[in-house]
């Protein structure tokens, strides 16, 4: 079944949303037909089915089932974005994992790379955030911050679990309750010994990933995958 994004206010039962063009193309390439009968999400826990309806050349959904799904625990990645493409890739596999909360980190060794994301960049990052929601069907997608000074974030309170994704780190918990995680990881080149320190202070405890050396997408997918397992673990023993 075809999932299609539709927007909160668009979706009532018995009523037909209008399909956004970015949409009706999706549509266009699959050769959809009148009638077809599809499942709706809008990114913030809703979930539904309909049938696609042709007017003219547009299409709308008229929604026959809807549900809220609950918040997922909280999980939030703060990772060092000294390269976008490859960051996209990390909001991607973020939304498939559950990551509630994403946040590029500017940090020493980001500062000056051309590369890095910024502010520019986030209405296309959250775009693409909303695509994994329908190739992934997790009903949230994650919320997508501006990007901030390590430093700056690092000053948050943190509610739950707190890591600093360390090669010098120990293990991960086995098993985790459904509690709030924070997960910070550095960026290519990791971070400086100062902020390593620094991240240590305000309570990140190390915890390493793996033996080998990875990179930043490679552990940030890797860190939001164990704290995943762990959950589940924690729930079915």
């Known amino acids: 079944m075809i999932r299609l994004l539709l927007e909160r206010e ?3 039962i018995g ?9 009706a193309h999706h549509l266009r390439v699959r050769r959809v037909r009148d009638g077809e009968v599809v499942s709706i999400r809008d990114g913030a826990g809703l979930v539904g089915t309909g049938h696609l309806v ?5 299409w709308e959904v008229e929604v026959e089932t809807l549900e809220r799904r ?3 625990p909280d999980l939030t990645l703060a990772v060092g974005s000294g390269d976008r493409e490859r960051f996209t890739w990390v909001v991607e596999k973020a939304v498939e994992l559950g990551v509630t909360t994403l946040v590029p980190l500017e940090t020493e060794h980001t500062a000056g790379v051309a590369t890095r994301v910024r502010p520019m960049h986030l209405a296309k990052l959250r775009r693409h955030a909303l695509e994994a929601v329908k190739q992934s069907g997790n009903p949230w997608t ?3 911050e501006t990007p901030v000074g390590i430093d700056e974030f690092l000053k948050r309170e943190v509610a739950g679990q707190a890591w600093l994704a360390d090669a010098a780190g120990g293990p991960p918990p086995e098993q985790l309750s459904g509690g709030g995680c924070t997960i910070v990881v550095g960026p290519e080149g990791g971070l400086s010994e100062r902020e ?5 202070e ?7 990933l793996g033996p080998n050396l990875l990179r930043f997408e490679t552990a940030a997918v890797a860190a939001a995958a164990v704290v995943e ?4 673990r924690g729930i079915h023993g």
Do not use: D, H, N
């Not at 042709?54 to 547009?58: C, D, L, P």
């Not at 390593?196 to 240590?200: D, E, L, M």
């Not at 305000?202 to 390493?208: D, E, F, L």
């Not at 397992?229 to 589940?232: E, G, T």
């Open 142 to 144: 994650c919320a997508l």
């Open 196 to 200: 390593r320190v620094t991240a240590i």
């Open 70 to 72: 609950l918040a997922p």
């Open 54 to 58: 042709r007017v003219g050349r547009a």
């Open 10 to 12: 668009q979706a009532a």
């Open 15 to 23: 009523q037909r949303g209008k399909v956004s063009e970015g949409e």
């Open 202 to 208: 305000a309570g990140y405890a190390p915890v390493s």
């Open 229 to 232: 397992a762990a959950r589940q």
